[in-house]
């Protein structure tokens, strides 16, 4: 069975017609159209919640009689958007989010856990005014990425709040620290990277009334 066909199958066996797929997919009903005729296909973004509105994996859906359709996607693509996607999640749901710690790991440290399916990720640091951490990501029990960072509070004024304000808009494109900039009335955050999700090094640094009062240095990337 091709792409096509089995998007127009599990939109029928959930009972949607293409306007409401469409409205659940944040697309027009014509996109819909073209990706159940073969005209066109959906981007990464959408194939990943076309998955998880369906219940279906991202292989199953793309894999024609049982072969990888390489015109659709790149394998590697569609992982790597999948783990950037679940890492903003789980970023979003921890430190950020001021949710309860976990267990330590080590003697003293700071640790917070979350998991979908089969994806793992654990930040663990030590440290308060000057600290250190990692943030790793596991797959099926593989170690697939990690972030080492280490940072401390430079000035008087600092806000653990605004920080965790800025780090709540971590974007899935670069899905490491915060944006490259946010601001609250006095506080300015300014984030710059080099490289990218396979290897890559970066900056984060908070200012009040123009005047750094916390810095931070990290970098990883893809373990394999």
């Not at 979908?116 to 654990?122: H, P, V």
């Not at 304000?165 to 984030?191: D, K, M, N, V, W």
């Amino acid at each position: 069975m091709r792409f096509e066909q089995k998007v127009l199958q599990l939109r029928k066996q959930h009972g949607f017609s293409q306007e409401e797929l469409a409205e659940k997919m944040g697309v027009s009903r014509q996109a819909i159209g073209k990706w159940e005729s073969g005209t066109a296909s959906p981007d990464i973004e959408n194939l990943i919640r076309l998955s998880e509105l369906f219940g279906v994996s991202v292989d199953r859906l793309i894999k024609d009689d049982d072969q990888c359709n390489s015109e659709l996607f790149e394998t590697k693509e569609i992982e790597d958007t999948q783990m950037k996607a679940f890492i903003v999640r789980a970023a979003k749901s921890t430190y950020a989010a001021k949710a309860p710690e976990s267990k330590p790991s080590r003697p003293s440290s700071h640790d917070f856990t979350y998991q979908e399916g089969d994806y793992l990720y654990i930040d663990s640091y030590v440290g308060s005014g000057k600290f250190s951490g990692q943030e790793v990501v596991w797959n099926k029990g593989e170690p697939v990425w990690s972030m080492n960072y280490c940072g401390r509070v430079t000035g008087e004024n600092f806000s653990g709040d605004f920080l965790k304000e800025a780090l709540l808009l971590i974007p899935i494109e670069q899905p490491f620290r915060g944006p490259g900039t946010y601001q609250r009335g006095q506080y300015s955050y300014h984030c710059s990277i080099n490289g990218d999700f396979a290897w890559f090094q970066g900056v984060e640094e908070i200012y009040y009334d123009q005047i750094k009062i916390y810095e931070l240095y990290f970098h990883g990337g893809k373990i394999e």
